[in-house]
């Protein structure tokens, strides 16, 4: 193999390893902002998934607090929803995304944003007798009424 030949292949190699590196940081980049990007929101969505998921047991018939705090009107973004949802405070139960997919949860988030927040909230209080039994007692203290 003579010398020229032998550089020749090599400077093909060379331009093969910078156009491969090319297309995978062009794929990398891609890829990133394909998963930075906003999604959709879909009020009309989310105002069905509100109704048909449990969130309302706790916050209210259209988000203005019951046992849990108003949601109505709030500030926090779709991302620290997803947040809460996934792995929540308190008393709230977690929901994988498998029962609760993303995408719900931002349309959720955009149907209770669109409603007036609640100028003002006290949790719902259970009455129970005095000699209630400990596990009723417990079901309440939890919010789980």
């Known amino acids: 193999m003579t010398k ?5 292949i090599m400077a093909a190699g060379r331009r ?3 156009v491969l590196l090319g297309l995978f940081v062009l ?15 879909d ?10 998921l449990s969130c309302k047991n706790c916050h209210g018939e259209s988000g203005e607090g019951m046992w849990a705090g108003p949601l109505a009107g709030h500030e926090k ?3 620290e929803w997803i947040s809460q949802v996934r792995t ?4 709230m139960p977690s929901y994988t995304v498998d029962k609760v997919p ?8 955009a149907y209770l944003t669109e409603l007036e927040k609640p100028a003002d909230f006290s949790p719902a209080q259970a009455d129970l007798p005095a000699n209630a039994p400990a596990g009723q007692q417990l079901i309440v203290d939890k919010k789980c009424v």
């Open 88 to 91: 929540p405070r308190r008393n």
């Open 16 to 18: 093969a390893c910078i």
């Open 102 to 109: 993303d995408q719900l949860i931002i349309d959720v988030h």
């Open 77 to 79: 973004t779709a991302e």
């Open 43 to 52: 009020p009309v969505a989310g105002e069905t998934a509100w109704g048909e």
């Open 27 to 41: 794929l990398a980049l891609t890829t990133t902002m394909a998963s930075a990007a906003p999604r959709a929101q």
């Open 4 to 8: 020229v030949y032998r550089d020749g």
